[in-house]
């Protein structure tokens, strides 16, 4: 389907209530492919590739294009939406549930952090890293480091297919976006029902970080995913999806969930 504005974006599943899904740096709609079949009995899932990224690689990758396509797509669906972020999305997803206050039923934010300290020396020795390498390459190692050893080999195989895909200037315009960008203040401001979700084995955005994007954003709903990375959708999307139809349901958690 296609948006006034150009945007393509994919629509799966009947359910009455929509879920908008934001992926991670890097990476487009292949982030929710197994994750999306949970779901799509009960919700109708909202994906599509961000500036920068596939059928969108000729666009310039930027936090306030990202926001306005979201926006865009939260104007095209009736009644309140279910926003889910990964990683980058969450900087995104966290945004537009403040800008779009009255049309949002829920926030979902996975491997998310309130900020790097370090985030401009991180963009820079990433840009060094990559001056030696191919994206080929990098997409290898990511998917090997980033996935749990148990994680089919085909999914890690897919994820490096997608990141190799990507252009150098591309990723690590992305990657300023993000990583100079302080998320507390903006955090702050979220008001609907809010979950946060992380890897149990997430280094790059450890649980410590995801208590703290809690703190900010004064939910008591943040639960950590067993045998899991940064990427749980792909590491966990059974169990991932288990914790989002919850909370959709319910705007909550119980206890023990």
């Known amino acids: 389907m296609k948006a006034p504005n150009g945007l393509v974006y994919y629509r799966q599943g009947k359910g009455d209530e ?55 797509l939260v104007e095209l669906t009736s009644g309140p939406v279910h926003l889910l972020g990964v990683s ?5 997803m966290g945004r537009v549930a403040v800008l779009a206050a009255e049309r949002v039923a829920t ?32 997409g290898k190692r990511y998917a090997e480091t980033t996935l749990m050893p148990g994680t089919q080999q085909e999914i890690k195989e897919n994820l490096a297919l997608e990141l190799a895909m990507v252009d150098k200037e591309s990723y690590l ?45 004064h939910t008591p709903f943040v639960r950590i995913v067993p045998r899991a990375g940064h990427l749980a959708v792909l590491d966990q999307p059974g169990r991932v999806a288990d914790y989002v139809a919850a909370f959709c349901k319910a705007r909550r958690l119980p206890p023990d969930y």
Request: proline letters at 6%.
């Open 18 to 72: 929509t879920i908008l899904m934001h992926p991670s740096l890097g990476l487009g709609r292949f982030l929710f492919h197994r994750i999306s079949p949970f779901l799509t009995p009960m919700y109708s899932i909202v994906t599509w590739d961000p500036r920068g990224i596939g059928d969108r690689r000729e666009l310039e990758p930027s936090l306030s294009g990202w926001i306005d396509d979201v926006l865009t």
């Open 88 to 92: 980058l999305g969450t900087w995104v």
């Open 107 to 138: 926030l979902t934010l996975i491997g998310s952090t309130l900020g790097f300290i370090d985030g401009e020396q991180a963009v820079q020795e990433r840009r060094w890293q990559l001056e030696g390498e191919s994206m080929e390459e990098f």
């Open 173 to 217: 315009k992305a990657m300023a976006a993000i990583y100079t960008v302080n998320n507390q203040e903006v955090f702050s401001q979220i008001g609907c029902p809010s979950l946060v979700l992380v890897g149990q084995r997430d280094e790059r955005t450890p649980p410590h970080m995801a208590d703290a994007v809690a703190d900010a954003i």
